[in-house]
């Protein structure tokens, strides 16, 4: 999938590295797994000497683990950058490999065993040499369009109506089956009062999904709008933009109120486009976390993914939609409470944090 997405939406290369993950019981999994961790090792210190970079930098998960341990072998400055407010085992790993770590919010301090520092009295203290600094609070990169996006053309590449207000529902890259079907039985119930744009993912389910619209009123079904994934943006969607052409970029800008998954992504795009959302933490890994980071601070409501099983309009989705649809003072509120926690200059903050790592290994 990365080397799909890479191609389309960059000229970087791609090159892929044999990873596995090193969890589990059983034991011939595990050898199997460590084997293939040291044949990615050995293809990474190739690719090392080969390419000679300078400076690493990694995004978490353990296809990192080979990378980051060749560039130890190598003495390569590496920056290792946490999405999530938790950070995973290969990330505890690699935090403990890496030269500098880097994270979207203070929170995860605590969960790393290091003090956060927010990016400002990092550098500070990097520039005076200082030795000890190991986090550093960046905020999570984003699209720099999902700040500057004209609210208006997004809502026109969708055919959006002016006096209804819209519903995004997302369930991530490859969507989520219950937040999918829970929207499918409240289609009835939720399209009198708004337009949809739904992104339900290419596991299959656009056909029940299909099916559920097409027995409603011809009047309800133009204003549910299905798409099996949208890419991030093909063109810059700021004012006086013509014709645009459906993103996810756009669907973000477009939106009064989002149904998501509370993934990483959530702690920067929806601050970026000051979009409140009704979250539903995926429950096997940790968005939990993630989503009570934003409900916290007002900007955010939370369900659990069990609640959706109530698909009735006593079910707490529908009335978490329903209140914050029709309660324009307090979705607006916590729209604004959601823009505040947004940071544009993230991208360039690690950026600016992997010159550092260079500089000071030149003057080393």
Known sequence: MEAALVARESALPFQAIPAAALRGRNPLTMMRNLATLAHGTIAARRLAEWDRPVVILGTGGYVCV??????????????????????????????????????????????????????????ARLKAGHRTVRLVVTGYPVRQELFVADRQACRAAFGLRDDVPTLLVAGGSRGSRSINRAIAALLPALLPFMEIIHVCGREGDATFLRAAIRELPENLQKRYHLFEYLHGASTILVPGATSPAPTMVAALAAADLTVCRS??????????????????????????????????????????????????????LFREIHRLIHRRDERCAMAERMRALAQPDAARRLAFLLQMLVSRRLMA
């Open 66 to 123: 080979p990378v980051f341990l060749a560039a130890r072998l190598a003495g390569i400055p590496t920056l290792i950058y946490l999405p999530d407010v938790v950070p995973g085992l290969a990330v505890r790993l690699l935090a403990r490999l890496s030269t500098l770590v880097a994270c979207s919010v203070a929170d995860s301090g605590r969960y790393l065993g290091l003090e956060p520092l927010e990016y400002d009295e990092a550098l």
């Open 263 to 316: 993934g990483a992504s959530t702690l920067g795009e929806l601050p970026a486009v000051g979009l409140p959302a009704v979250l539903v933490p995926y429950p096997h890994v940790h968005q939990e976390e993630n989503a009570d980071y934003l409900t916290q601070r007002g900007a955010a409501v939370k369900i659990s993914d069990a609640a959706l099983a109530r698909t009735t309009e006593e079910g707490l």
